[in-house]
């Protein structure tokens, strides 16, 4: 699941400082003078989360979170490579607003054009993937390629080449055409995200009860 994000930043008085940068879930667009402020929140947890940007983001670096529910948070950058980042939180969030941050995600994803989604090739290369408890590195020495190359596959930078299908799919215990996206609605976009808080907490899916004020 991703979240789409923005940074909002204010000029700082302290000459030292770079301004504060100000981080929205679940808001979309551009500013007028760029596309900087565009943030994709891969992964969020209740120490942290990993995002993807074009800002220059700095380790040791803090920012402040605007989460659903909860309020804003601080996060400080513990590694970069742009575009990723990944971020610690302060103090950890609490249950409640860990799952408020992801129904977000799961919100939005239910939420585009004509309330259709379908899920692409990456997304759903990343759900298998995380749903049978590998990684990166694991499919990466199954198929004979480095880490970086699955990791472009699971991002849409880059599309595994036809003779690699087939030993994707058996890493994956799928089919061929199980690796191929699939349409979804709300109810799906929903349970996607029942599944996502219930791996947080680690209980069933069956346990998790989500309300949804329309």
Known sequence: MSIEARFDTEDSTDPRGAGR????????????SGSKGAVTVHNISATGLLIETAAALAEGETIVVDLPEAGERHARVVWADAPMHGCRFDDPLTPAALSAAQLRGAVRDGDRGDRTVSEDFGVR???????????LADIADRLGVSKPTVWAWEHGKARPVERRLAALAEALGVTTGGLE?????PVEAVEAGRRQIAEAYGVEPARVRIMIEL
């Open 21 to 32: 940068r100000t981080l929205h879930l679940g808001v979309s667009g551009r500013f007028a």
């Open 125 to 135: 290369l990343r759900r298998l993937r995380t749903e049978r408890g590998l990684s």
């Open 181 to 185: 996206p699939a349409a979804s609605g």
